[in-house]
């Protein structure tokens, strides 16, 4: 028997309610699910208390941000606490006078550990096609600064947010660090198209699994939000080979767990050894330009 974990991809619906304390209490169920599935980390997707704002222009967004401690937000870190599960909150985090596009980490005791913020930031101009509303993600997020990784329920973590799984350098970054499992919470959409997104959207969770030799686990919204519509399929990637162990449906929410064996990240770093192989010392140019 190797080194088991269980861990659990929420995969929440649209939503509809334009204030995010109202999906305080079907975060608390899918996490009530999720422990009676005996799963010992839960990560939800990326902004998940409220619709996907940034895909239109508003000056009145500061009421889709929180400060941390929340007082309405506690009631789900003290479930995550009650089941003794870990949990990856994500959420819009207003931080003096920078808002983030931020994942709160929370040990299986409650304890905060620390916090990333989405460091790749997009902006996609609309389109005529039905959906394709765009993203002016830049008008909202200051970057994040930092590849952090944790020590979470046994395992080594890192976590990249929706457009940061596009770029293969900070996933690099945190397996160098060690990481050994990456959460990828994400509110992925067609924007009206389905051949670079729809028909794209496994090739970047498998990439970064197979090649840092890592679990992806991938965790997006589903259904269809004022005309948005979510790809959901969230889903599970082994690194040995790259094998989606676990897939949600398109357009259901739905609690997606599977138990891994860690030893698979041994086995997936030294039977193809991309660490001993690698020539960093050639790759100083990749940051200079």
């Known amino acids: 028997m190797g080194r088991m974990i269980t861990v659990a991809a929420a995969q929440t619906g649209p939503v509809l309610a334009e204030d995010w304390r109202t999906a305080v209490p079907g975060a608390c169920e899918m996490i009530e699910t999720a422990a009676k599935k005996q799963a010992q980390i839960v990560c939800f997707p990326e902004l998940f208390m409220t619709p996907f704002f940034p895909n239109r222009l508003t000056h009145d967004f500061d009421r889709y941000f929180v ?15 009650d089941h003794r599960i870990a949990l990856l909150l994500p959420f819009g ?8 596009n931020s994942c709160l980490v929370v ?11 989405k460091t790749h930031i997009p902006a996609i101009l609309p389109s005529a096609l039905a959906g394709g509303t765009g993203s002016y993600e830049k008008f909202y997020f200051s970057p994040g600064t930092a590849f952090p990784v944790f020590d979470l329920a046994g395992v080594r973590i890192g976590i990249q947010i ?13 397996a160098l660090q060690g990481a050994e499992m990456l959460f990828m919470p994400i509110c992925a959409a067609t924007y009206g198209e389905t ?59 739905e609690v997606l767990v ?19 192989d690698r020539r960093p010392e050639l790759y100083g140019e990749l940051s200079a330009r």
């Open 67 to 81: 400060s941390l401690p929340d007082a309405d937000l506690q009631p789900v870190l003290d479930c995550a606490a």
């Open 162 to 174: 929706c457009y940061d799984r596009k770029y293969p350098e900070g996933s690099r970054l945190l």
């Open 195 to 253: 051949m670079l997104r729809g028909n794209t959207w496994e090739l970047p969770l498998q990439a970064r699994a197979y090649e840092n030799g890592v679990f992806v686990v991938g965790v997006n919204r589903s259904g269809d939000e004022n005309g948005r519509k979510h790809i959901g399929r969230s889903m599970i990637v082994d690194p040995i080979g790259a094998d989606i162990v676990a897939e949600a449906s398109v357009d259901q929410a």
């Open 258 to 276: 599977a138990t891994l064996d860690l030893d698979h990240v041994r086995t997936a770093q030294t039977s193809l050894p991309w660490w001993r």
């Open 93 to 100: 985090e207003k931080n003096d006078r920078h808002y983030y």
């Open 107 to 117: 040990n299986g005791d409650g304890r905060p550990l620390g916090m990333y913020r």
